[in-house]
């Protein structure tokens, strides 16, 4: 299979006129006036590494952890359409038994799915603090235990792992959890030097930064100075405009760098689906003109997707390499899958997605070299 005739991000994530060769799943080939039996003509298009979203609780009804063996194959197919190619089912702060229900039902699912493919599981919860819960149930937050995490990790692999730095027995686990798997820095009111500690230990992750953190001000840079602070940690950011002002993200894109900021979803079952009442972790959720809060008005996760934040964050003004990156790139590094994924190279999936030249519209989905959409 050849696609022709588009401009692509090539490695180093510049943009260039090339066409690719596909065969068995792989980028074969990335070349000049490549021709083959199968071609598509992608005239007036970009084509960039499918998007990576390591940070999404559901989307169309369907959540994560809402004890439905299916939820995992339904979003699957839901992100696909919208340029996604492969991301991280997200558990909640439930009880441990529905844990190990909700890592079983996503096992079953990988190698089995009709879009995007599955890493495996962004453990958010329940390794956190009390006062930065957020959507979180406070009845299920647990102290940090090795334990329960290599129980869930036997069941289906944990690529994020979420951690409250300053709660006790915190930075013991972050070193032992280290061993397997990236360590997030999440739901927390950890200081700055707290955080800092945690980073010390292990962590190398920041879970949608300044979101259920204490805010980073002037004289107490807390947790997202800390972060923002350390050239080894990748921070998530929630670029749905409503999360994050845009001024803000402008800014802490800059002060990130090109190679550290990761743009997610931390999307909730109301993704793709009409205002209304929802249920997020055992939690109703509230939605109201595509923003979801609790009852008492804590945010609970967002209704976006990834390529609606790429294209927010082109309006925002941020630079288009840094964007492209951060959807692409840099979640696949945070995951360990950028062997593999991630960017457009011989040798690695052809996981791509085609879009108009104004990047507006998405033409055409390619999932390990079969077109999904």
């Known amino acids: 299979m050849i696609l022709k005739n588009a401009y692509i991000y090539n490695a180093d994530f510049e943009k260039i006129r090339a066409d690719i060769e596909v065969e068995n799943g792989k980028i074969k080939t990335i070349g000049e006036n490549l021709s083959g039996a199968d071609e598509y003509d992608f005239s007036g298009c970009v084509i960039l590494p499918g998007f990576i979203d390591i940070h999404t609780h559901g989307c169309v009804g369907y959540d994560t952890t809402g004890g439905n063996p299916e939820s995992a194959a339904k979003m699957s197919e839901w992100l696909v359409t919208n340029g996604v190619t492969s991301f991280c089912p997200t558990s909640m702060t439930i009880d441990v038994e529905s844990l190990k229900k909700a890592f079983s039902y996503v096992a079953d699912t990988m190698g089995n799915e009709k879009g995007a493919y599955i890493h495996g599981i962004n453990m958010e919860g329940p390794f956190i603090c009390e006062a930065k819960k957020g959507a979180q149930a406070a009845e299920n937050i647990l102290k940090p235990d090795i334990e329960v995490f290599n129980t869930l990790n036997s069941i289906c692999p944990v690529k994020l792992v979420d951690i409250a730095p300053e709660v006790d027995g915190a930075i013991e686990f972050i070193k032992q959890a280290k061993e397997y798997c990236t360590v997030s820095a999440a739901h927390s009111n950890a200081t700055y030097e707290e955080g800092k500690a945690g980073i010390d230990?292990?962590?190398?992750?920041?879970?949608?930064?300044?979101?259920?953190?204490p805010p980073f001000a002037s004289r107490k840079p807390g947790l997202p100075g800390a972060v923002i602070d350390s050239e080894d940690v990748r921070a998530e950011?929630?670029?749905?405009?409503?999360?994050?002002?845009?001024?803000?993200?402008?800014?802490?894109?800059?002060?990130?760098?090109?190679?550290?900021?990761?743009?997610?979803?931390?999307?909730?079952?109301?993704?793709?689906?009409p205002d209304g009442e929802y249920s997020l972790g055992g939690q109703q959720v509230f939605v109201k003109n595509g923003d979801a809060l609790l009852a008492d008005g804590t945010i609970a996760g967002s209704t976006t997707n990834i390529f609606a934040e790429f294209k927010n964050l082109l309006s925002f003004g941020v630079n288009e390499k840094q964007v492209v990156k951060s959807c692409t790139i840099n979640p696949a590094k945070a995951i360990g899958a950028d062997s593999f994924t991630g960017s457009i190279e011989e040798g690695k999936n052809a996981d791509l997605l085609v879009l108009t030249n104004d990047m507006q519209s998405i033409k055409a989905v390619f999932v390990k070299g079969k077109k999904a959409i």
């Open 201 to 213: 230990a292990g962590i190398t992750h920041a879970t949608h930064l300044y979101n259920a953190m």
């Open 237 to 273: 950011l929630i670029c749905d405009g409503f999360h994050i002002a845009p001024a803000v993200l402008r800014i802490t894109m800059k002060a990130l760098g090109e190679d550290r900021s990761i743009v997610i979803s931390d999307s909730m079952m109301a993704a793709g689906m």
